[in-house]
């Protein structure tokens, strides 16, 4: 599975972003180690709270699926389907890739031109909550 093949579907999942109230639809390919790709989109809501970000819209499917180890995320993301710019992902989704994925866990930002840029997820989330605090 390429980076630009996970964009791809990245993509793909954005378009079934439900966003009627921000018009900032994000999309999420998510490449488990079993080699399915679980995809992700944000589902917001009237009461704002319960708005569910694409990036953990993909990890609890997979969760929810039976995966537990993951190699990579795409992300794409933007007013109205125009990915312009880099979509990184929100703190708390940090934290559920956190839950579940290494510190070399990649996580690809794809724009509609230009490269994609690649993170590992220590590099967005450094001195992380974990479960070997507790
Ligand atoms: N959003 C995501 O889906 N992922 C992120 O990491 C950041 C934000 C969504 C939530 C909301 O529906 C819209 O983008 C604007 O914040």
Redesign the pocket.
């Known amino acids: 599975m390429t980076d630009e093949r996970l964009i791809a579907l990245a993509k793909q999942a954005a378009s079934f972003a439900y ?1 009627p109230y ?1 018009g ?1 639809t ?1 999309g999420a390919a998510l490449l488990a180690e079993s080699g399915k790709v679980y995809l992700g989109c ?1 589902i ?1 809501n009237a009461a704002f709270g319960p ?1 569910n ?3 953990r819209t993909a990890f609890f499917k997979a969760v929810s699926e039976g995966e537990r180890s993951f190699c990579a995320i795409a ?1 794409v ?1 933007g007013k109205r389907g125009v990915f312009d710019a880099l ?4 703190g708390v ?1 940090r934290q559920v890739m956190a839950e579940f994925c290494a510190p070399d866990f990649r996580v690809i930002l794809g724009t509609d031109s230009g490269e994609p840029r690649v993170y590992p997820l220590a590099e967005l989330l450094p001195l992380s909550f974990s479960k070997a605090q507790l």
């Open positions: 966003a921000s900032f994000v944000n917001e708005t970000c694409a990036e992300i993301g979509c990184p992902p929100c989704c």
